[in-house]
């Protein structure tokens, strides 16, 4: 049981020439499984490794329930951690492996054997118990590895990408099945992935890093359906989020029409409402967010407003069976996510051509490559952001 706060925590190498993590600062719940994520690079596990005791921090504080523990050995943290690559002691049995910590700790033999029982009963590792590493699957290696961590009951788990070394089908079972214990064991857990789709499962919240810097940490479900800025509207979401300039028209009546390169589609009355500071931005350029799921085939939405569809040409049509993922051109300029810490000259122009959109239709749609189709766009879930900034545009 415990609650951990970063409090501008840092992280620099080469005598400040690198930012690894910069000024982070979250505040994770006691029993709270927070998800860390953002691309290579961003400083997930140095954040990790930090809270864990195995780096140095050079600025800012971590907090475990109310004791700051930057100068606490990792052996004195009350921290668990498992990494991607977890070493198991091959020659040793499952039982041994999980009941190593307690051993080492000189924990009387009988409480051992009954915390051992208890968690391989946890992770269903009970058939298991007297084989080797050797002598079993990726996932049930995983499941051992986690063992190790839960058997001494830590107050905090810290987990560093442990499942990237298993196949997509085992990775999809062992994600439910860490949940699963996360939520049984009710332990603080900081979880390290590059998977959005671990993130976006997994977790109670998201914190989602680019460069060292929080963009933003949220539920799933904000994350999703209000991301701050550009860079996490485009990281979560696959097929991503299209995102092009455009410009806004005078607010009238009927809201405002939105001309997107050559196109146009009416924001309607109800998007002002929603988002309040897009009323000044009503006659300048925006950036506006389409997800690939918020568009359709028009023949399949009878009586989508006429305002609200876009005509292209599909240079590639791909029936998945469950979906129908279309590409088309827009002549719109691509908005994309350069630095989000020099919130000025966020986005680009790329060269004609390379400004590729996607949708993604149902089955049921017959498009195919080479085709014309009418577009219905979902307007009211519509995203908008700052054209400077890259920010959204709320304002409530
Ligand atoms: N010992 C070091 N010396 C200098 N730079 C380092 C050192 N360790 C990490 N870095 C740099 O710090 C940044 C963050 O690294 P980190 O390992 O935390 O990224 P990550 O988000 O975990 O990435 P990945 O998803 O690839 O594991 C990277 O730019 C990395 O090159
Ligand atoms: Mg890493």
Same mark, same amino acid.
């Given at each position: 049981? @415990?609650?951990?706060?970063?409090?501008?925590?840092?992280?620099?190498?080469?005598?400040?020439?690198?930012?690894?993590?910069?000024?982070?600062?979250?505040?994770?719940?006691?029993? /709270?499984?927070?998800?860390?994520?953002?691309?290579?690079?961003?400083?997930?596990?140095?954040?990790?490794?930090?809270?864990?005791?195995?780096?140095?921090?050079?600025?800012?504080?971590?907090?475990? &329930?109310?004791?700051?523990?930057?100068?606490?050995?990792?052996?004195?943290?009350?921290?668990?951690?498992?990494? +991607?690559?977890?070493?198991?002691?091959?020659?040793?049995?499952?039982?041994?492996?999980?009941?190593?910590?307690? +051993?080492?700790?000189?924990?009387?033999?009988?409480?051992?054997?009954?915390?051992?029982?208890?968690? @391989?009963?946890?992770?269903?590792?009970?058939?298991?118990?007297?084989?080797?590493?050797?002598?079993?699957?990726?996932?049930?290696?995983?499941?051992?590895?986690?063992?190790?961590?839960?058997?001494?009951? =830590?107050? %905090?788990?810290?987990?560093?990408?442990?499942?990237?070394?298993?196949? @997509?089908?085992?990775?999809?079972?062992?994600?439910?099945?860490?949940?699963?214990?996360?939520?049984?064991?009710?332990?603080?857990?900081?979880? %390290?992935?590059?998977? +959005?789709? /671990?993130?976006?499962?997994?977790?109670?919240?998201?914190?989602?890093?680019?460069?060292?810097?929080?963009?933003?940490?949220?539920? =799933?479900?904000?994350?999703?359906?209000?991301? @701050?800025?550009?860079?996490?509207?485009?990281?979560?979401?696959?097929?991503?989020?299209?995102?092009?300039?455009?410009?806004?028209?005078?607010?009238?009546?009927?809201?405002?029409?939105?001309?997107?390169?050559?196109?146009?589609?009416?924001?309607?009355?109800?998007?002002?409402?929603?988002?309040?500071?897009?009323?000044?931005?009503?006659?300048?350029?925006?950036?506006?967010?389409?997800?690939? /799921?918020?568009? /359709?085939?028009?023949?399949?939405?009878?009586?989508?407003?006429?305002?609200?569809?876009?005509?292209? &040409?599909?240079?590639?049509?791909?029936?998945?069976?469950?979906?129908?993922?279309?590409?088309?051109?827009?002549?719109?300029?691509?908005?994309? %996510?350069?630095? =989000?810490?020099?919130?000025?000259?966020?986005?680009?122009?790329?060269?004609?051509?390379?400004?590729?959109?996607?949708?993604?239709?149902?089955?049921?749609?017959? %498009?195919?490559?080479?085709?014309?189709?009418?577009?219905?766009?979902?307007?009211?879930?519509?995203?908008?952001?700052?054209?400077?900034?890259?920010?959204?545009?709320?304002?409530?």
């Amino acid at each position: 049981m @415990a609650k951990v706060v970063l409090d501008n925590l840092t992280k620099q190498y080469a005598h400040g020439y690198i930012t690894a993590v910069n000024k982070l600062s979250v505040d994770i719940a006691d029993g /709270e499984f927070l998800v860390l994520v953002g691309p290579s690079g961003c400083g997930k596990s140095t954040a990790l490794r930090m809270i864990a005791g195995l780096e140095e921090i050079s600025g800012g504080t971590v907090a475990i &329930d109310g004791e700051v523990v930057n100068e606490v050995h990792a052996k004195d943290r009350d921290i668990a951690m498992v990494f +991607q690559n977890y070493a198991l002691y091959p020659h040793m049995s499952v039982y041994d492996n999980i009941a190593f910590a307690l +051993q080492i700790a000189k924990v009387p033999r009988q409480e051992i054997d009954r915390k051992v029982t208890e968690v @391989a009963g946890i992770l269903q590792l009970e058939p298991y118990l007297g084989r080797r590493p050797g002598q079993l699957s990726g996932g049930q290696r995983q499941r051992v590895a986690m063992g190790r961590a839960i058997v001494r009951q =830590p107050s %905090v788990f810290l987990m560093d990408e442990p499942l990237s070394n298993l196949d @997509a089908k085992l990775r999809v079972q062992m994600r439910s099945e860490i949940a699963r214990i996360q939520d049984r064991l009710g332990t603080t857990t900081i979880y %390290v992935t590059h998977d +959005q789709v /671990e993130a976006m499962t997994m977790g109670d919240r998201v914190a989602l890093m680019k460069d060292g810097v929080l963009q933003q940490v949220d539920t =799933p479900s904000n994350i999703y359906g209000r991301p @701050a800025n550009i860079f996490v509207a485009s990281f979560i979401g696959s097929p991503a989020m299209n995102l092009y300039h455009a410009q806004l028209g005078e607010r009238g009546a009927g809201g405002a029409s939105l001309k997107l390169g050559s196109r146009s589609l009416q924001v309607t009355e109800s998007v002002f409402q929603q988002r309040p500071d897009l009323a000044r931005h009503a006659g300048g350029e925006v950036i506006v967010g389409m997800r690939p /799921e918020d568009m /359709e085939d028009l023949a399949l939405v009878p009586g989508h407003p006429p305002d609200q569809t876009i005509t292209a &040409d599909v240079y590639l049509s791909e029936a998945l069976g469950s979906d129908n993922i279309v590409h088309f051109n827009l002549d719109a300029r691509v908005a994309e %996510v350069i630095d =989000p810490d020099t919130l000025s000259d966020i986005s680009k122009s790329l060269d004609g051509g390379s400004s590729a959109c996607v949708a993604r239709f149902d089955a049921k749609s017959t %498009v195919r490559t080479g085709e014309r189709v009418r577009i219905a766009v979902d307007c009211a879930r519509l995203h908008f952001f700052d054209a400077q900034s890259g920010l959204a545009i709320w304002g409530d």
